[in-house]
């Protein structure tokens, strides 16, 4: 077999032993047109104009009997072994023009002694393999398919009322388990028969000691395992709260004590639990507990800070105008007084109050990559306020906006809140949806948005180098969230666009974007930016050259967040002295 040296081999171990699969991928260097590029409107696979797919050529290898046979599919089909000495599975990407979401993928399997294909199903979703592959699983329409590769069965998996999570299959085959949003569920696939372990209308459960098994298997097929009897799995409640069981019984690991937590591992047997616990007012730690003794604490990350301990914190329950409930969760300022008046700064992004028991860590850089400095604020003295919020059909940025004037009017009339001085940050989809809140509302006296959209019609029609394909998707089947596509309704588009409304803005924006960014392009940025000044509004752009989407290396990420508290302290405290937002 010849084989270049730019070639890299992957061997899979078929059933028995006794044949491999073998994959071996070239790389293909981008043709640069000497004059002119083509690029034809029915171009179902527009990626490829930037990013040249490898090369493939797949091959079964029987050593003993001195046999390498090519394996042959369709342009751009791609192989995995199953548990199986005879079939393959086939995986076809569907290059459909206006895909959305997930490519479609045509299934099939693939009888590679006869060299011949069967249809299984075209799967919009991932699909894990069962055991080594004796069956495949795959979600369509909510259901899971469970299709038996030997005969070609298929069967539906459901079970009313709960939403399955990602399966994971026994180590030897003979059972699936799921995680869902009403306990932990087991099928048997000799038995057809369902079986809860765990039942809970409060909590959500999910496995969490499942081991992905890597093989070299395509994007998109994956196949996870867990030990059943050592299989330990999650609990988790509105507030974030967790705590662990395992085994067939459900044997609790450890006592709640209301903080978030993280599952680290378990000992061989099962006896002792090690995890992370934290909260907003407590560092992280590494805790271990053995059955039927106390926990013991193994490690306190930054055991100086003494003063988070008195940080507090309040969560506020409204509805939006749909009347759909939402979470905001108040951060108090630090050293709080209840005779004094404070500013507060509005984080937005989508729905937050999950992540609002984890330890807010003073830090640059990586952890502090989005210009949201939320321990630096509440140690400068203002409130913190995270609203959730959710998409109807107004599309996204009048949905923010709803969302938020809700939740600021759920509040109430504080006396310990300035209601003159509040500030709005976002970053991201969070700075999309500042740059529209600040076309649309007259509550903030300042704004911060980081690599935001500006003109939906102009994303729309983008191309994202970090998602590889046509930036629509993210409006139609994405984060975006929109009800329909601009092709049926451009007025909604239109309507959800900063850009076209900032005739509207009463406050000054603080707008930055790192030069590199592939995902939201900066000029998205600039453009809200020339508008801005084009209107004679109050606007500041930094722009950071090497930067990307977030800001990582240090010294960027501190010139940032100290910019955002500056601009903040300048215009919700009165702080005049900074000279760099005076100078124009």
Same mark, same amino acid.
């Given at each position: 077999?010849?084989?270049?040296?730019?070639?890299?081999?992957?061997?899979?171990?078929?059933?028995?032993?006794?044949?491999?699969?073998?994959?071996?991928?070239?790389?293909?260097?981008?043709? #640069?047109?000497?004059? !002119?590029?083509?690029?034809?409107?029915?171009?179902?696979?527009?990626?490829?104009?930037?990013?040249?797919?490898?090369?493939?050529?797949?091959?079964?290898?029987?050593?003993?009997?001195?046999?390498?046979?090519?394996?042959?599919?369709?342009?751009?089909?791609?192989?995995?072994?199953?548990?199986?000495?005879?079939?393959?599975?086939?995986?076809?990407?569907?290059?459909?023009?206006?895909?959305?979401?997930?490519?479609?993928?045509?299934?099939?399997?693939?009888?590679?002694? @006869?060299? #011949?294909?069967?249809?299984?199903?075209?799967?919009?979703?991932?699909?894990?393999?069962?055991?080594?592959?004796?069956?495949?699983?795959?979600?369509?329409?909510?259901?899971?398919?469970?299709?038996? $590769?030997?005969?070609?069965?298929?069967?539906?998996?459901?079970?009313?009322?709960?939403?399955? +999570?990602?399966?994971?299959?026994?180590?030897?085959?003979?059972?699936?388990?799921?995680?869902?949003?009403?306990?932990?569920?087991?099928?048997?696939?000799?038995?057809? =028969?369902?079986? #809860?372990?765990?039942?809970?209308?409060?909590? =959500?459960?999910?496995?969490?000691?499942?081991?992905?098994?890597?093989?070299?298997?395509?994007? &998109?097929?994956?196949?996870?395992?867990?030990?059943?009897?050592?299989?330990?799995?999650?609990?988790?409640?509105?507030?974030?709260?967790?705590?662990?069981?395992?085994?067939?019984?459900?044997?609790?690991?450890?006592?709640?004590?209301?903080?978030?937590?993280?599952?680290?591992? %378990?000992?061989?047997?099962?006896?002792?639990?090690?995890?992370?616990?934290?909260?907003?007012?407590?560092?992280?730690?590494?805790?271990?507990?053995?059955?039927?003794?106390?926990?013991?604490?193994?490690? +306190?990350?930054?055991?100086?800070?003494? &003063?988070?301990?008195?940080?507090?914190?309040?969560?506020?329950?409204?509805? @939006?105008?749909?009347?759909?409930?939402? +979470?905001?969760?108040?951060?108090?300022?630090?050293?709080?007084?209840?005779?004094?008046?404070?500013?507060?700064? $509005?984080?937005?992004? =989508?729905?937050?109050?999950?992540?609002?028991?984890?330890?807010?860590?003073?830090?640059?850089? #990586?952890?502090?990559?989005?210009?949201?400095?939320?321990?630096?604020?509440?140690?400068?003295?203002?409130?913190?306020?995270?609203?959730?919020?959710?998409?109807?059909?107004? &599309?996204?940025?009048?949905?923010?906006?709803?969302?938020?004037?809700?939740?600021?009017?759920?509040?109430?009339?504080?006396?310990?809140?300035?209601?003159?001085?509040?500030?709005?940050?976002?970053?991201?989809?969070?700075?999309?949806?500042?740059?529209?809140?600040?076309?649309?509302?007259?509550?903030? !006296?300042?704004?911060?948005?980081?690599?935001?959209?500006?003109?939906? $019609?102009?994303?729309?029609?983008?191309?994202?180098?970090?998602?590889?394909?046509?930036?629509?998707?993210?409006?139609?089947?994405?984060?975006?969230?929109?009800?329909?596509?601009?092709?049926?309704?451009?007025?909604?588009?239109?309507?959800?666009?900063?850009?076209?409304?900032?005739?509207?803005?009463? !406050?000054?924006?603080?707008?930055?974007?790192?030069?590199?960014?592939?995902?939201?392009?900066?000029?998205?940025?600039?453009?809200?930016?020339?508008?801005?000044?084009?209107?004679?509004?109050?606007?500041?752009?930094?722009?950071?050259?090497?930067?990307?989407?977030?800001?990582?290396?240090?010294?960027?990420?501190?010139?940032?967040?100290?910019?955002?508290?500056?601009?903040?302290?300048?215009? %919700?405290?009165?702080?005049?002295?900074?000279?760099?937002?005076?100078?124009?």
């Amino acid at each position: 077999m010849a084989v270049s040296k730019e070639a890299h081999l992957h061997l899979e171990e078929l059933e028995a032993g006794t044949s491999y699969l073998v994959r071996m991928r070239t790389k293909v260097a981008h043709e #640069q047109a000497s004059v !002119a590029q083509i690029w034809y409107g029915d171009e179902p696979n527009l990626e490829r104009q930037f990013y040249p797919e490898d090369s493939l050529a797949y091959y079964v290898w029987e050593p003993k009997a001195a046999i390498l046979k090519s394996i042959v599919g369709p342009a751009g089909s791609k192989f995995s072994g199953l548990h199986s000495d005879r079939w393959l599975l086939c995986s076809e990407t569907l290059w459909e023009q206006d895909t959305l979401g997930h490519r479609p993928v045509r299934l099939s399997r693939y009888d590679w002694v @006869n060299q #011949q294909r069967k249809l299984i199903d075209t799967v919009y979703q991932d699909t894990y393999l069962v055991g080594k592959g004796a069956y495949l699983l795959y979600p369509m329409k909510k259901q899971w398919r469970l299709y038996e $590769v030997g005969t070609g069965k298929k069967e539906v998996l459901q079970v009313e009322g709960a939403r399955l +999570q990602r399966p994971y299959a026994s180590a030897d085959g003979t059972a699936i388990w799921f995680g869902s949003d009403a306990g932990i569920w087991k099928y048997g696939l000799a038995s057809k =028969q369902w079986e #809860q372990l765990e039942h809970s209308e409060v909590f =959500q459960t999910r496995i969490v000691s499942g081991n992905r098994m890597y093989g070299g298997y395509p994007q &998109g097929i994956h196949r996870y395992e867990v030990a059943a009897d050592k299989m330990v799995w999650e609990l988790k409640d509105s507030l974030g709260n967790r705590s662990w069981r395992y085994g067939t019984y459900g044997r609790r690991l450890t006592n709640s004590s209301g903080k978030y937590r993280d599952f680290v591992g %378990l000992s061989k047997d099962t006896k002792t639990v090690v995890y992370l616990e934290e909260d907003y007012n407590q560092a992280p730690k590494l805790c271990v507990q053995t059955s039927g003794k106390a926990p013991k604490m193994l490690y +306190q990350s930054n055991p100086f800070d003494t &003063g988070i301990q008195l940080l507090q914190q309040e969560r506020i329950h409204y509805t @939006n105008s749909d009347g759909i409930p939402l +979470q905001g969760v108040l951060y108090y300022p630090i050293g709080y007084e209840a005779n004094r008046k404070y500013p507060m700064v $509005v984080h937005i992004y =989508q729905v937050q109050h999950e992540q609002t028991n984890r330890y807010p860590m003073p830090a640059f850089g #990586q952890r502090n990559n989005d210009a949201f400095p939320l321990r630096l604020l509440l140690e400068s003295g203002y409130f913190v306020y995270l609203p959730d919020i959710v998409y109807g059909d107004a &599309g996204t940025g009048l949905s923010a906006l709803d969302c938020v004037h809700w939740g600021l009017d759920a509040l109430g009339k504080r006396l310990d809140i300035d209601w003159e001085h509040l500030g709005l940050l976002g970053h991201s989809h969070g700075g999309y949806e500042t740059n529209f809140i600040a076309t649309h509302s007259n509550r903030f !006296a300042a704004y911060c948005s980081g690599a935001g959209n500006s003109d939906l $019609v102009r994303s729309y029609f983008s191309f994202n180098d970090n998602f590889k394909r046509p930036f629509y998707y993210q409006f139609e089947d994405g984060q975006y969230e929109m009800p329909t596509s601009f092709v049926k309704d451009p007025q909604l588009y239109i309507d959800n666009s900063p850009v076209y409304h900032v005739a509207n803005v009463q !406050a000054p924006i603080l707008l930055w974007t790192g030069q590199q960014d592939q995902n939201i392009y900066w000029e998205q940025t600039m453009e809200f930016y020339i508008a801005l000044r084009r209107y004679g509004k109050k606007v500041l752009m930094v722009l950071y050259p090497d930067e990307k989407h977030t800001i990582y290396q240090p010294k960027a990420s501190e010139d940032l967040t100290m910019r955002v508290l500056e601009w903040f302290g300048y215009y %919700l405290k009165g702080d005049k002295s900074m000279d760099w937002i005076d100078k124009e």
